[in-house]
């Protein structure tokens, strides 16, 4: 029913910046947040960053605040995340979500994810 499609991530150098986008066909509901999580090799998965439907409300993870940026395209349907400063730390395989709810910071309030893609940095 829901499909999300990320962009393909790579290996960048440490310093460096990098923007993921995904985009979700979702058919049957509209009005959903959209949120990033991450799982690094041997770590379990963890919340990143969060956006409403509007925009209106965001939220980071504090590892990430000050170098990560979550919007929101003019369709709805598309999330970004922009990331700067990037460090060894934040290797891992980046998963974009919908939460049919809004607004949440919880995984288990995710009920669509996207494949992964692999984000390596390089030190």
């Known amino acids: 029913q829901v499909q999300l499609v990320e962009s393909v991530g790579g290996l960048v150098q440490a310093g460096g910046s990098l923007r993921l986008s995904c985009s979700a066909s979702?058919?049957?509901?509209?009005?959903?947040?959209m949120g990033w999580f991450r799982q690094a090799p041997g770590k379990e998965r963890a919340f990143v960053a969060a956006?409403?439907?509007?925009?209106?409300?965001?939220y980071y993870a504090d590892s990430v605040k000050g170098r990560f940026t979550i919007s929101r395209g003019d369709a709805k349907n598309t999330v970004y995340l922009q990331i700067n400063g990037l460090n060894p730390d934040d290797t891992a395989v980046y998963y974009c979500?919908?939460?049919?709810?809004?607004?949440?910071?919880?995984?288990?309030?995710?009920?669509?994810w996207g494949q992964g893609t692999q984000v390596t940095v390089s030190s």
């Open positions: 979500a919908v939460d049919p709810n809004g607004d949440s910071t919880d995984l288990s309030e995710y009920d669509y």
């Open positions: 979702v058919v049957t509901f509209s009005g959903y947040g």
């Open positions: 956006i409403s439907w509007s925009g209106g409300w965001v």
